[in-house]
């Protein structure tokens, strides 16, 4: 049994948090953020994530899992700290280690002891090395700090069985102390670990996200061109899938990558490769495609209706994937703003995303029963793969509607079944 402490309640240091105490570890999660703090105490999660409240409730009741927004007494009492804090996007696509030096500042400030850190938050190449510097230098205390960088691969949506299941754990540290401290932690998981040095395990991280961002855009690009050829790029992607060396996972073709990671992490290894004087030229395309790809939806929609004004559309789908809340780059919103400025009627649907005032107040309604959101619909978007389209029955809807017309951004219908029903149905390189 360890006794860990987690600094970032976010949905990283949540779930690692909770899998951690699951694992018979005795864990505290620190953050500044009071709210947050307040409602997991009283076990309630304050986003959606799959399996993760239950698991969370448990882990409170068992007694293993405590959060507190004490600073002072969590870092006097630990030995095993866990750095999860956010590293969002600046508007010049670097990330922003604001939350990452103030986590190390307010270690250095109670440091009373030698010390394990482990950076899990995503960090730009040679960011470990200064989270060291930056507890190291101020210190009032001199013993000395072993880090390490063990990068997260969970995905939201799926974080608690990603957390539970790992397929690796990468693990970058010049200590041997916390290399074998890491490596008892991770003892129980049956996967392959790679230890490696901090540089590596930081890049590894950016170049995995950057790599599965590839394939999407990648995938999307041909899709547009199986538009122009006629072709199913849900039959191209089966087939290539099926070559061990490409995989079939991430090639499912839509309206692209949205979420808390890929957009900010290609952009911030984007921008470190081309400070560096070594440009990665791919992902500025990477970008460039999944950025065309909202306009290249709406055109798509021009060619049945060439204008919106005053026609009523049905958006399926708020957040940025299935499973969670999250909105942060979902392309659903880029999407809602064009239909604003084309003036049509927005009715928004969204099976857990609540829509906020502001969008509200611009004229979008939010509707949390499907069927009543398509009534007398001239167009239906579907801009999130939720399952419950999939399961909605299409029968009805196609009485309820207006138009039959509907342009599915993720692919996810039965085509055939679709126009079966008489719909005018439309993907992206799939139709
Ligand atoms: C991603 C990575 O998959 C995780 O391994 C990583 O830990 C995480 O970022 C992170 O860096 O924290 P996440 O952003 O939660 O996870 O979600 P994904 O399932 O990867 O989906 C990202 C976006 O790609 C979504 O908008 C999704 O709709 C889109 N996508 C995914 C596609 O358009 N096509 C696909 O085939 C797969």
């Not at 990603?162 to 890491?182: K, Y």
């Not at 009627?345 to 309604?365: E, Q």
């Not at 055939?416 to 005018?424: E, H, V, W, Y």
């Amino acid at each position: 049994m360890m006794k860990i402490l987690i600094i970032g309640m976010g949905y990283v240091g949540t779930t690692t948090g909770v899998v951690f105490a699951k694992q018979g570890h005795e864990v505290t999660g620190l953050d500044i953020d009071e709210s947050k703090i307040t409602s997991l105490r009283k076990g309630k999660l304050y986003f959606h994530e799959p399996g993760l409240q239950e698991m969370l409730l448990d882990q409170l009741k068992n007694g293993r899992l405590q959060f507190t927004s004490d600073p002072k007494s969590a870092i006097e009492n630990h030995d095993l700290l866990f750095i999860t804090v956010g590293t969002p996007s600046l508007d010049n696509g670097k990330a922003d280690l604001t939350f990452v030096k103030s986590a190390a500042e307010m270690i250095a400030r109670y440091k009373n002891k030698e010390k394990i850190i482990i950076v899990k938050s995503t960090v730009p190449i040679g960011t470990t090395d200064k989270v060291e510097q930056w507890i190291q230098q101020p210190a009032n205390d001199s013993s000395s700090i072993h880090t390490a960088m063990n990068p997260e691969f969970l995905r939201e949506g799926s974080a608690l069985y990603d957390a539970l299941h790992p397929n690796r754990i990468v693990i970058g540290s010049e200590s041997t102390a916390a290399i074998e401290q890491l490596k008892e932690l991770y003892q129980p998981f049956s996967c392959p670990l790679l230890v490696t040095n901090t540089k590596a395990a930081e890049m590894i991280k950016y170049a995995s996200n950057a790599f599965l961002a590839t394939k999407i855009s990648f995938i999307n690009e041909v899709a547009k061109l199986c538009d122009e050829v006629n072709v199913q790029i849900t039959d191209v992607a089966k087939g290539i899938g099926m070559d061990h060396r490409i995989g079939p996972d991430f090639l499912q073709a839509g309206l692209g990558y949205g979420g808390s990671c890929f957009p900010k992490d290609v952009k911030e290894f984007t921008e470190t490769a081309q400070s560096l004087g070594v440009p990665l030229t791919i992902l500025e395309d990477v970008e460039k495609v999944n950025q065309s790809l909202p306009k290249y939806f709406i055109n798509r929609v021009k060619e049945v209706y060439p204008s919106l004004k005053g026609k009523k559309v049905t958006v399926f789908g708020l957040s940025f994937k299935p499973h969670t809340d999250d909105i942060r780059e979902s392309v659903a919103y880029p999407i809602m703003d064009q239909l604003l400025e084309e003036e049509a009627s927005v009715i928004a649907h969204d099976p857990v995303v609540n829509l906020s005032t502001d969008w509200l107040k611009r004229g979008v309604t939010q509707c949390w029963d499907p069927y009543v959101a398509v009534k007398n619909s001239d167009l239906i978007l579907i801009t999130t793969n939720w399952p419950h389209y999939k399961d909605l029955n299409w029968a009805r809807v196609r009485e309820l509607v207006n138009h039959p017309y509907l342009f599915d951004g993720r692919n996810m219908l039965d085509a055939d079944r679709m126009k079966g029903l008489t719909f005018l149905y439309r993907g992206i390189g799939y139709s």
